[in-house]
């Protein structure tokens, strides 16, 4: 781990490592509460190896005795982090600065199924472009303008966040950025810009051969490639949200609508290089 430049080596569990350093920054923050902040919380759990601590796992087995050890050490880990989040929030409450302050709650990817993760009732898990691996979960806390369990159906993509916040703080985005505000259905609202949803994967090694494999949302329906050299999938996700039925060789017509649009993703994402191309190319 680092401190800014400076390698370190604490002591502890990483998840409870995080929720103090979070803790001891918000206690920071009371002193200056008429300042605007922005602190980046970023768990590891529930991210394999999974290893929670030992008396949450024992509690677990406690209470569930029958449950598989590998599942138990997940609900630990998770449950482990849930106790973290609970700290920081009751940290902001004391702080005086709960009621304005936004605060989201996300992953980036759906379970691991190998690490006996569960994404049920969504098809397949992370490193899918089926939807149990690309759904997750999605929560902000605004007391201030949210009302508590309040629920929207909109769907968006993490990155929408970025033009959030800047909207919140009173800033504006690049009008040529993808990503849109969320600020319209915070406030009880939707958000009506039509977009697509475009996601591209790449991965070292011979699974993937350099190769990149995408997915795109348009509407109720999502054309994707599991991997570079697998077919192309079609499903409607409204009639169909398991993605059981592959309509690729049936709809032709929204095949080839959502291949054109795939392809103008891809060409746009290929103006930025993803990592720097060798000195060489000879063997």
């Not at 602190?39 to 677990?60: C, G, Q, S």
């Not at 009173?170 to 406030?187: E, F, N, Y």
Request: hydrophobic letters at 35%; glycine letters at 8%.
């Amino acid at each position: 781990m680092r401190c800014n430049a400076e390698v370190i080596e604490p002591k502890g569990h990483a998840t409870d490592l995080f929720s103090d350093w979070a803790v001891e920054y918000l206690r920071g923050r009371a002193k200056v509460k008429d300042q605007p902040f922005f602190l980046y919380l970023a768990y590891n759990a529930p991210h394999f190896p999974i290893e929670p601590p030992v008396e949450w796992l024992t509690r677990v087995k406690q209470r569930a005795p029958q449950m598989d050890d590998r599942r138990a050490k997940n609900v630990a880990l998770v449950e482990h982090l849930d106790h973290g989040v609970e700290r920081v929030l009751a940290a902001l409450k004391d702080s005086g600065l709960e009621e304005n302050t936004v605060v989201v709650f996300t992953a980036d990817n759906g379970g691991s199924l190998p690490h006996a993760q569960n994404n049920d009732p969504w098809r397949g898990g992370k490193q899918d472009h089926y939807d149990g691996g690309l759904r997750v979960p999605f929560m902000v806390r605004w007391p201030a303008q949210i009302k508590a369990r309040s629920r929207s159906d909109y769907a968006g993509l993490t990155f929408d966040l970025f033009p959030t916040f800047l909207e919140l703080a009173g800033a504006k985005p690049a009008a040529d950025l993808d990503a849109i505000s969320l600020v319209p259905a915070l406030k009880g609202g939707t958000v009506t810009t039509p977009r697509d949803f475009y996601f591209v994967r790449r991965e070292g090694g011979e699974a993937y051969g350099g190769k990149s494999c995408e997915a795109i949302i348009r509407g109720d329906w999502k054309l994707m490639q599991n991997n570079p050299f697998s077919p192309r999938e079609l499903y409607n996700l409204k009639s169909d949200p398991q993605e059981r039925t592959n309509l690729a060789a049936t709809n032709k017509k929204m095949l080839n609508e959502l291949s054109a649009a795939l392809r103008q993703h891809i060409q746009h994402g290929g103006a930025t290089p993803w990592q720097k191309p060798p000195l060489s190319c000879s063997p």
